[in-house]
């Protein structure tokens, strides 16, 4: 007998501890603002608390969609599984060499400055 609960089962548990990132990763997540409802389910479930709204002032919607601290990622994909299963697919998980092409940022293995470094041309 199938559940009405089933597709709940692939959610990861909440983190016990915020952590920190230690290495530059190897993917980054990117969420796709006109897609994103701005329900914040994915923010709990970041283990190193990089996921916030965006500025209320950037948007004139009274729900701002969420953003990724981009260098603040650890590429766990957690939040793009999250979304997937309980919202709208709002969260791609991109390679890291692709994203710094598609965004022109540079991420490196520390956290600051929070959000990358633009590259130079």
């Known amino acids: 007998m199938v559940s009405g609960y089933d597709?709940?089962?692939n959610i990861p548990?909440?983190?016990?501890r915020i952590?920190?990132?230690k290495k530059k990763p190897k993917m980054v997540a990117v969420v796709d603002e006109d897609n994103c409802t701005g329900c914040q389910a994915c923010v709990p479930f970041c283990p190193v608390d990089c996921i916030a709204p965006v500025p209320l002032d950037k948007y004139?919607?009274?729900i701002p969609p969420v953003q990724?601290?981009?260098n603040e990622c650890i590429g766990c994909s957690i939040c793009a599984r999250v979304c997937?299963?309980?919202t709208w697919d709002a969260i791609d998980m991109?390679?890291?060499h692709e994203f710094e092409e598609s965004y022109q940022i540079a991420l490196n293995d520390t956290k600051f400055?929070?959000?990358g470094s633009p590259m130079c041309n």
Request: hydrophobic share 25%; aromatic share 12%.
């Open 7 to 9: 597709h709940y089962k």
């Open 13 to 16: 548990s909440l983190p016990t």
């Open 19 to 21: 952590t920190e990132k």
């Open 60 to 62: 004139e919607t009274p």
């Open 68 to 70: 990724i601290k981009f």
């Open 84 to 86: 997937s299963k309980m």
């Open 94 to 96: 991109l390679a890291t």
């Open 113 to 115: 400055p929070p959000y």
